[in-house]
């Protein structure tokens, strides 16, 4: 095929056919009332391509069943009229949350009763606003950045870059809804990631840095807050390789749990559990645990509970008082996603009971309400959404390391053998989780009748922290040794047809494959989405330099041969797979420069390769033509140079 770039114009796309599924309804957050009678959602359909809902509902649901109640929003049935950060009174009598103004990064929030009415606007903000949290007195905070040039988060489309480079940054900060106006809580110099409140409503604990707030979360340390001029520094990690998430005061109002570890990404958390005194004095409460925590929360009796990925399982633990070291308490285990709010883990007391958002490869995202374990499904509005087929947890040994991975096979799958795409996780601080195939990707490759298999390699999260750090300094070493021995294992369980091959990849996935192709021929094609070709050149031109250091050691300026080392560009006359690329015009996390740098040397080398740059797209692709076009585009290209799977058209 003939090498091409192109700029993809949104407006003109068309929508490739796809599965003529119902439409899937999704759930971006769910929370229920402190007296477990009413749950609220933010909702809506997913695209025939995937992704998340344009258009977003909020509604409210009697925690027992019966008829939902749909908030109508002033903005009405628009994209980007979007309500999200949900936050109960602690009575369970208002519901408050924050609604994006279309076209705009400004915000307001707005309270609503707990059936539907009195829906009334209790601050307008020139600004972004998240994190809407009731302390014990029923003061409304929240996380407020005013004059926001862009939506808060690395993954999301980045400024123009013009004019004065050195002006003020706009800082996240923590404040309390006061008369109308917001009270600031935090310094001004301070960009505040996670909070929570100190259990007698005295003040916060939470994790912030100075500067750039794309750029920083790596560096952030621990603080307390108690006014805007009042900020004490609790805690920081010993050294570059720990990164600090999920805040959580514990009953006692002394102590303050966190999750610590190598973290490539703000959001995607993983790690071992540490407790600090407000003197900074810490205690390791699950020091060398074989599993990663994902999540925290206090349970009703005041216990510090824990979500964890403990190999191909979701687990919820319970950790004690959270004050000493500690076997985590395996509560409940499965191999399904159980999604909750940002800021974690809460029961509605004295139920004992939350709202969790739970499905797996094959079973489409629903409510559920209950206990830990004890569950009961509260929607339905993916019944009779299903995927025929055969999900599998696949454990193999690579270097001595025990690995996981998932292998998923169409519904045609049989003695013939199958054509197969590999695809590799984001971050790689990250996991493949059971999450429902109905849409995106994943799914549309198994329609077309390929197996898609999931590895989790050395640098994921699942096995401990060791095994997540096992990457470090050793970039698409290790890890695609990992995966390659995942996919003989894969060869000899399911009928994959070695000779039909393909990979894919998005983030750190596009680097592993620009890597994977610069160093075997197993695969016969490759797609790339905002992949790193030159870590060298990527350290000057990405906004969030901060992560590279616990992974590298050092900057670039300081050891450059350790990022030559893993760099796919200085291996690329190996490279003899077609490969297409594409990535979003404003991406910060991985520049639109290291996609082009990457398809010129293919060009350079002719090497059959296609590149696509989606305008006004961030590090996650949106746009739901966009999203389709990205599917087609990838579909035709494994047809083309791996051949369909017996029995579907080219």
């Not at 309270?111 to 307008?124: F, H, I, P, T, Y």
Request: hydrophobic share 40%; net charge negative.
């Amino acid at each position: 095929m003939k090498s091409t770039l192109a700029l993809i114009i949104a407006a003109g796309l068309a929508a490739p056919a796809l599965a003529a599924d119902p439409a899937l309804h999704l759930f971006a957050e769910a929370a229920l009332s402190p007296d477990g009678r009413v749950v609220a959602s933010v909702e809506g359909e997913s695209s025939p391509a995937g992704g998340d809902p344009t258009v977003r509902s909020l509604m409210l649901r009697p925690a027992d069943g019966g008829a939902a109640t749909e908030v109508a929003l002033p903005c009405g049935k628009q994209p980007q009229c979007w309500p999200a950060a949900l936050a109960w009174s602690p009575d369970g009598k208002v519901l408050s949350f924050a609604l994006r103004k279309p076209g705009s990064h400004a915000r307001s929030v707005f309270s609503v009763n707990a059936d539907g009415s009195g829906l009334k606007e209790m601050l307008a903000f020139e600004g972004t606003i998240s994190w809407l949290r009731y302390g014990p007195k029923g003061e409304l905070a929240m996380l407020a950045t005013a004059n926001a040039s862009k939506e808060l988060g690395a993954v999301e489309a980045g400024a123009t870059v013009t004019g004065d480079l050195a002006a003020e940054i706009p800082e996240q900060r923590i404040a309390i809804l006061d008369k109308g106006k917001p009270r600031w809580m935090s310094p001004a110099n301070l960009f505040v990631y996670e909070y929570d409140w100190l259990p007698d409503g005295s003040g916060f604990v939470g994790t912030a840095a100075p500067g750039d707030g794309d750029n920083n979360w790596w560096v952030a340390k621990l603080y307390s807050f108690k006014g805007a001029d009042k900020a004490k520094l609790i805690y920081q990690p010993a050294d570059a390789k720990h990164q600090i998430a999920s805040p959580t005061a514990l009953a006692d109002g002394k102590h303050v749990a966190f999750i610590t570890g190598i973290m490539s990404d703000f959001g995607s958390t993983g790690g071992d559990v540490v407790t600090v005194d407000l003197d900074g004095k810490a205690t390791a409460i699950t020091p060398d645990m074989p599993a990663s925590a994902t999540a925290l929360g206090l349970g009703c009796d005041g216990h510090l509970i824990a979500r964890m990925l403990k190999s191909e399982k979701t687990q919820f633990a319970d950790l004690g008082n959270g004050l000493a070291k500690t076997e985590p308490s395996v509560l409940w285990s499965g191999e399904q996603d159980v999604d909750l709010p940002d800021y974690g883990y809460r029961e509605s007391c004295p139920a004992k009971a939350s709202a969790v958002i739970v499905e797996d490869f094959t079973k489409a995202p629903e409510i559920a309400v209950g206990e830990i374990g004890k569950w009961r499904p509260l929607t339905h509005d993916n019944q009779g959404i299903s995927v025929k087929i055969t999900a599998k947890n696949v454990t193999w040994e690579s270097e001595g390391r025990q690995v996981q991975g998932w292998l998923l096979l169409p519904p045609s799958a049989g003695a013939a053998k199958l054509p197969m795409v590999t695809i590799v996780h984001g971050g790689p601080a990250a996991a493949a989780m059971p999450r429902f195939v109905g849409r995106g990707i994943a799914r549309a490759i198994l329609d077309r009748g390929y197996a898609v298999f999931m590895p989790n390699p050395r640098g994921s999260y699942g096995q401990g922290e060791a095994f997540t750090a096992a990457n470090i300094k050793d970039f698409g070493y290790g890890d695609l040794k990992d995966i390659l021995a995942g996919i003989d294992a894969v060869e000899k369980v399911a009928p994959i047809d070695d000779a039909k091959l393909g990979i894919f990849g998005h983030s750190y996935g596009g680097f592993m494959t620009m890597w994977a192709v610069t160093q075997t021929n197993r695969f016969k094609a490759a797609v790339a989405g905002a992949g790193i070709a030159n870590w060298q050149s990527y350290y000057g031109q990405n906004g969030i330099d901060q992560w590279m250091i616990p992974y590298f050691g050092a900057s670039v300026y300081e050891d450059p041969a350790a990022y030559a080392k893993s760099s796919p560009i200085n291996f690329i006359k190996n490279v003899k797979t077609p490969v297409f690329t594409y990535v979003g015009e404003k991406d910060v996390e991985c520049p639109a420069a290291q996609t082009l740098e990457f398809d010129h040397a293919l060009k350079a080398f002719k090497v059959p390769s296609s590149m696509v740059i989606y305008p006004g797209e961030g590090h996650a692709i949106r746009d739901p033509a966009n999203l389709a076009d990205r599917i087609k585009r990838t579909l035709d290209w494994y047809d083309h140079y791996m051949g369909p799977a017996a029995g579907y058209a080219h």
